[in-house]
């Protein structure tokens, strides 16, 4: 995947690609311009690309089993914020790890995983319907942080640094990792 965040005289402007490492050309390619991403990150386990909308601070993912929808986000957060766009994405961060994604707004740490459940819903193109749980790991001003710079993953451990401390955080999961 490559991807890039423009700006211009008409706007700023999303790009997204997925190439074939075989034959260096892109399969599939997405130009937005309503909901920028703050940050992307493809999780193979999910078969999911995973965003943060810089003006709406809300999470989305894109099933890479259906990409060939006209808009293929699909909101995991709160979708009444998706109307009000206070630009409130700005800053944050997204890292997938395993079966889980990781995403920082702020100083605050979300927990994003899927359910499964078992059921024979299907949604329209009759692909099973994704339900997303989230959970919250740190809020701000429970744990006394700044924003988060930068998230990184090694096992079963996730590391945070933020803004203006010399220190990290190491988060670690007592199971599968994050």
């Known amino acids: 995947m490559a991807s890039g965040s423009h700006s211009g005289p008409s706007g700023v402007m999303d790009n997204i690609k997925l190439w074939d490492i075989r034959s260096g050309k892109a399969v599939w390619e997405l130009k937005e311009k309503i909901d920028c991403f703050?940050?992307?990150?493809v999780s193979d386990n999910l078969s999911a690309i995973f965003k943060v909308g810089?003006?709406?601070?809300?999470v989305f993912f894109a099933d890479l089993r259906n990409l060939g929808a006209e808009n293929p986000w699909v909101c995991l957060g709160d979708k009444r914020k998706v109307v009000n766009g206070k630009k409130e994405?700005?800053?944050c961060k997204i890292e997938s790890h395993g079966n889980q994604v990781s995403c920082s707004k702020g100083g605050d740490l979300e927990l994003w995983s899927e359910v499964l459940i078992n059921s024979s819903r299907k949604s329209e193109d009759g692909l099973e319907d994704r339900v997303f749980r989230r959970n919250l790991m740190g809020i701000v001003k429970d744990i006394g942080g700044s924003r988060i710079t930068h998230m990184g993953f090694g096992g079963n451990k996730m590391f945070v640094t933020r803004k203006d401390q010399q220190s990290v955080e190491v988060w670690q999961s007592s199971v599968r990792g994050f």
């Open 38 to 41: 703050s940050d992307v990150t």
């Open 54 to 58: 810089v003006n709406f601070g809300e």
């Open 89 to 91: 994405g700005v800053g």
